[in-house]
């Protein structure tokens, strides 16, 4: 089991900043790793997958890099809509996991 | 447009079992792998299962093995969930998910499409 961990739990950003937020994997999982969206109430929305490919209907502020453990979601120019909390998964290998999860909030 | 409706959710007691449905439109549901990815109360997100766009191959969270089941009618459209010996800890909203597959076929385990979520709730 690859065990995926994020950081910071919680990001207190203003708006109109950057946001980095980080995503472990305890082991290689290549670039076979996703980013979700969820808002409150909401269910999750894929952001990310490949690691840095954006999902269709999300803008070209939010980015994604790393590849084997390290991997980096950045937002910039934070938006009043992009508070929310953020999830990575790796598929590279069953069984497939997330992180614990990274909520931006609004500072 | 793309959309999943789950149902079948509900208040069991322990050792219980229920089973959820996922009614999938606007795609060709038989051309797609799906999930389900459950969350407990104000926790994260945790896969469940998967199975392959033709049922041909199931894969299950080791919380959930050997008491859950996943199958799918690919002639009504639509993925279940069959839940058995529930346990509080399953309490949580179920969410089916959709596959992703890339423009170039290429099949990534990644939700692409999600459904509003059942909520489970396994109580004395």
């Known amino acids: 089991e690859i065990v995926m961990t994020q950081s910071p739990a919680t990001l207190s950003v203003s708006p109109g900043e950057r946001a980095t937020l980080s995503c472990r994997a305890s082991q290689s999982v290549s670039s076979n790793l996703a980013w979700y969206q969820q808002k409150p109430g909401q269910a999750p929305r894929l952001l990310i997958y490949?690691?840095?490919t954006r999902a269709t209907g999300f803008p070209a502020r939010f980015s994604g890099s790393g590849s084997g453990t390290e991997f980096t979601l950045t937002i910039s120019g934070l938006q009043s809509e992009d508070f929310a909390v953020y999830y990575c998964?790796?598929?590279?290998?069953?069984?497939?996991?997330f992180g614990q999860g990274t909520k931006v909030e609004i500072k | 447009q793309v959309q999943l409706v789950e149902s079948g959710g509900g208040v069991v007691q322990p050792g219980g079992s229920l089973r959820l449905s996922c009614a999938a439109s606007g795609f060709t549901f038989n051309s797609y792998g799906m999930f389900w990815v459950r969350q407990a109360p104000g926790k994260g997100l945790e896969w469940v299962t998967f199975i392959r766009f033709d049922g041909s191959d199931e894969y299950y969270a080791d919380s959930v093995k050997g008491r859950f089941t996943i199958s799918r009618d690919n002639s009504k459209n639509t993925l279940y969930l069959q839940m058995n010996s529930l346990r509080t800890e399953d309490t949580a909203v179920y969410y089916c998910a959709k596959c992703l597959i890339t423009v170039f076929g290429v099949v990534i385990y990644g939700m692409d499409v999600w459904g509003q979520g059942t909520t489970v709730t396994v109580s004395s």
């Open positions: 998964q790796q598929y590279n290998n069953w069984p497939l996991e």
């Open positions: 490949g690691a840095s």
